[in-house]
């Protein structure tokens, strides 16, 4: 029904940048939200930023400034522009969609809010 991909992870040394891919397939809807999450070993599944079929964007407090997300319309495809990264940024990170509707459209912070999940891409920030 819905494919998400990720691609991008990598290796990278502290204050350095990586750039991730989200391409989405299937029935995606022209009210869908999209996010980026993230989850470390141990640690609890976060939302590090997410995008609105209206465009507005959320970002996790400790990612503001350094993390963009944008959304390719034509390719159904969202991006997280990630900067400055830190050891801290060391993790698994997912693509989520969920389904918007006319009254709601806004971005949920919750993974149980997402029914549509990619396989993940690993990030790590290392010297």
């Known amino acids: 029904q819905v494919q998400l991909v990720e691609s991008g992870g990598g290796l990278v040394q502290p204050g350095g940048s990586l750039r991730l891919s989200c391409a989405a397939s299937?029935?995606?809807?022209?009210?869908?939200?999209m996010a980026w999450f993230r989850q470390a070993p141990g640690a609890q599944r976060e939302l590090v930023a997410g995008v609105s079929a209206m465009g507005t964007t959320d970002y996790a407090d400790s990612v503001k400034g350094r993390f963009t997300i944008s959304r390719n319309i034509g390719e159904i495809t969202v991006y997280l522009q990630m900067n400055s990264l830190k050891s801290e940024d060391t993790a698994s990170y997912y693509c989520?969609?969920?389904?918007?509707?006319?009254?709601?459209?806004?971005?949920?912070?919750?993974?149980?809010?997402?029914?549509?999940w990619g396989q993940g891409t690993q990030v790590t920030v290392s010297s």
């Open positions: 299937g029935m995606i809807g022209s009210r869908d939200g």
């Open positions: 989520a969609l969920r389904r918007g509707t006319y009254f709601d459209t806004s971005i949920k912070r919750l993974p149980s809010e997402y029914p549509y």
